[in-house]
């Protein structure tokens, strides 16, 4: 059962994502999957009998905040934070489209999922979760407070139109390398369609690029296209050998001190892997038992 102080986390974390929503307050009700007038009510104060347990779960979920009490983390502003921020960020204000293929465990979800939460109409779509043509068109119209019912392809249409509306909408597609072959088709119909008025960033670990490059290779109809429209290139931001494992060093130790590593040289030590880079992930793992 979710108490009254966990409704109370969730309607702060409800304004604070409000604030770089976009849209009216029926659409962001609608992103959230409540109706307006529910919204209008939980605004009011009015928390009991008016959504299910499992909605309040569901809203938290969407915008990422813990219901048990732990360890806040604490952005660290490392070159990979900074890199991708600011790629993000010219790719919104320019109607731009980026491709993004770097290492994994470097920090490209969190600095993404930072920059959605802190910027105006940005949606961030785990392509993970939303491999095929439906279900990445229905991620995304919801994250802009469209009904993501009904047919898809007036969907489509609906979202088209809608972004074209928006003031410098930008979709970031992260793990974009586990999309399926007709959401990569896709992908290159909803840029024609909204050509200099939505930005798009797109990224993935080596197994995008691999993919991509194999399916151009190869001749596959659409990635040749794609490819172009993303800027013909793989952007990176981790270097080669010696100099990328002392960044992802340095790196590593921005974090822990950012979070309140007392011995970050230790802290580092043991997230070490046989490769010689560290792996960030483990930084929290390290940090929590500390706690």
């Given at each position: 059962?979710?108490?009254?102080?966990?409704?109370?986390?969730?309607?702060?974390?409800?304004?604070?994502?409000?604030?770089?929503?976009?849209?009216?307050?029926?659409?962001?009700?609608?992103?959230?999957?409540?109706?307006?007038?529910?919204?209008?009510?939980?605004?009011?104060?009015?928390?009991?009998?008016?959504?299910?347990?499992?909605?309040?779960?569901?809203?938290?979920?969407?915008?990422?905040?813990?219901?048990?009490?732990?360890?806040?983390?604490?952005?660290?502003?490392?070159?990979?934070?900074?890199?991708?921020?600011?790629?993000?960020?010219?790719?919104?204000?320019?109607?731009?489209?980026?491709?993004?293929?770097?290492?994994?465990?470097?920090?490209?979800?969190?600095?993404?999922?930072?920059?959605?939460?802190?910027?105006?109409?940005?949606?961030?779509?785990?392509?993970?979760?939303?491999?095929?043509?439906?279900?990445?068109?229905?991620?995304?119209?919801?994250?802009?407070?469209?009904?993501?019912?009904?047919?898809?392809?007036?969907?489509?249409?609906?979202?088209?139109?809608?972004?074209?509306?928006?003031?410098?909408?930008?979709?970031?597609?992260?793990?974009?390398?586990?999309?399926?072959?007709?959401?990569?088709?896709?992908?290159?119909?909803?840029?024609?369609?909204?050509?200099?008025?939505?930005?798009?960033?797109m990224m993935g670990a080596d197994g995008l690029k691999a993919k991509m490059q194999r399916s151009i290779d190869c001749k596959k109809v659409g990635y040749a296209e794609l490819f172009s429209r993303f800027g013909k290139r793989y952007g990176t931001v981790v270097p080669v050998a010696d100099e990328g494992k002392e960044m992802m060093r340095a790196t590593a130790l921005m974090i822990i001190k950012a979070n309140g590593g007392e011995d970050a040289a230790k802290v580092l030590r043991k997230t070490m892997g046989?490769?010689?880079?560290?792996?960030?992930?483990?930084?929290?793992?390290?940090?929590?038992?500390?706690?």
């Amino acid at each position: 059962m979710i108490t009254t102080e966990q409704k109370e986390k969730i309607v702060r974390g409800m304004d604070e994502a409000r604030k770089t929503f976009g849209g009216t307050d029926g659409k962001f009700a609608q992103m959230l999957g409540i109706s307006a007038s529910q919204y209008s009510r939980v605004k009011r104060g009015e928390w009991e009998q008016v959504l299910a347990d499992v909605v309040w779960i569901g809203i938290a979920r969407q915008l990422e905040i813990e219901l048990v009490e732990g360890r806040q983390w604490n952005t660290a502003v490392t070159p990979v934070f900074t890199f991708i921020s600011t790629q993000l960020e010219r790719c919104q204000k320019e109607g731009l489209s980026s491709l993004l293929c770097d290492l994994s465990d470097i920090g490209k979800t969190w600095t993404a999922k930072r920059y959605r939460k802190t910027h105006k109409n940005v949606a961030y779509i785990d392509c993970s979760l939303n491999k095929s043509k439906a279900q990445l068109i229905r991620a995304i119209a919801k994250q802009f407070g469209l009904d993501d019912r009904g047919r898809l392809r007036d969907l489509e249409a609906n979202l088209c139109y809608y972004l074209k509306t928006l003031d410098n909408p930008l979709v970031i597609l992260d793990e974009a390398g586990d999309l399926h072959y007709e959401a990569f088709l896709e992908l290159k119909a909803l840029w024609n369609a909204t050509e200099g008025c939505c930005g798009w960033y797109m990224m993935g670990a080596d197994g995008l690029k691999a993919k991509m490059q194999r399916s151009i290779d190869c001749k596959k109809v659409g990635y040749a296209e794609l490819f172009s429209r993303f800027g013909k290139r793989y952007g990176t931001v981790v270097p080669v050998a010696d100099e990328g494992k002392e960044m992802m060093r340095a790196t590593a130790l921005m974090i822990i001190k950012a979070n309140g590593g007392e011995d970050a040289a230790k802290v580092l030590r043991k997230t070490m892997g046989d490769d010689g880079m560290p792996s960030l992930r483990r930084i929290y793992t390290e940090l929590r038992k500390n706690q």
